[in-house]
Antibody, heavy 121, light 107 residues
Framework: QLQLQESGPGLVKPSETLSLTCAVSGGSISSSGSYWAWIRQPPGKGLEYIGNINYSGSTYYNPSLKSRVTMSVDTSKNQLSLKLSSVTAADTALYYC?????????????WGQGTLVTVSS | DIQMTQSPSSLSASVGDRVTITCRASQTISSYLNWYQHKPGKAPKLLIYAASNLQSGVPARFSGSGSGTVFTLTISSLQPEDFATYCCQQSYSGPYTFGQGTKLEIK
């Protein structure tokens, strides 16, 4: 059974870079056709799609965050990473990783439990 | 971006009730609509994909319908474990977007 687990610093200072990893177990991150996504939820707000990356490193970033986002995969560790630069308080959120199941229709399944990141000095 | 609007934003209901949550898209999205259940501290769970397809392992009391711009999630007989937040998500075009969520509470 595929499982995902996010990890990273819970506190990041303004203007610094947020770095998170997502460990994938129960399956290979480099399976053909595999896509992996990052999604976040600010406190009291709805979910926001950050972007996705596939097994070969091809990415799609939400245009609203594109200038600050970098995603990568490490097939040797079976994990994916998210970097968000120049963070502000508006980037405080619960960050999730998920598999983006890609077929004629796309959906996110499964998800990790999420990791809370607070941006504060 | 396609805006997804859910109604109601919160709902109080009792065990055994039939409840319906509505999701509206700002433009047509065909059947590119998914529903998730979200409980605090837990991973969001896929319930319905492509508007009306029940994800494996999800109880049959959950159902989805709709196409175009209006979609519904129905729970036919609420169980105690169903009290959670539900949100819709469109996968018609990037960036994928979510509804703001409907919090289902015990009456």
């Amino acid at each position: 059974q595929l499982q995902l687990q996010e990890s990273g610093p819970g506190l990041v200072k303004p203007s610094e870079t947020l770095s998170l990893t997502c460990a994938v177990s129960g399956g290979s991150i480099s399976s053909s056709g595999s896509y992996w996504a990052w999604i976040r939820q600010p406190p009291g707000k709805g979910l926001e799609y950050i972007g996705n990356i596939n097994y070969s490193g091809s990415t799609y970033y939400n245009p609203s965050l594109k200038s600050r986002v970098t995603m990568s995969v490490d097939t040797s560790k079976n994990q994916l990473s998210l970097k968000l630069s120049s963070v502000t308080a508006a980037d405080t959120a619960l960050y999730y990783c998920a598999r983006l199941y890609s077929s004629s229709y796309n959906w996110f399944d499964p998800w990790g439990q999420g990791t809370l990141v607070t941006v504060s000095s | 971006d396609i805006q997804m609007t859910q109604s109601p934003s919160s709902l109080s209901a009792s065990v055994g009730d039939r409840v319906t949550i509505t999701c509206r898209a700002s433009q047509t999205i065909s059947s590119y609509l998914n529903w998730y259940q979200h409980k605090p501290g837990k991973a969001p769970k896929l319930l319905i994909y492509a508007a009306s397809n029940l994800q494996s392992g999800v109880p049959a009391r959950f159902s989805g319908s709709g196409s175009g711009t209006v979609f519904t999630l129905t729970i036919s007989s609420l169980q105690p474990e169903d009290f959670a937040t539900y949100c819709c998500q469109q996968s018609y075009s990037g960036p994928y977007t979510f509804g703001q969520g409907t919090k289902l509470e015990i009456k």
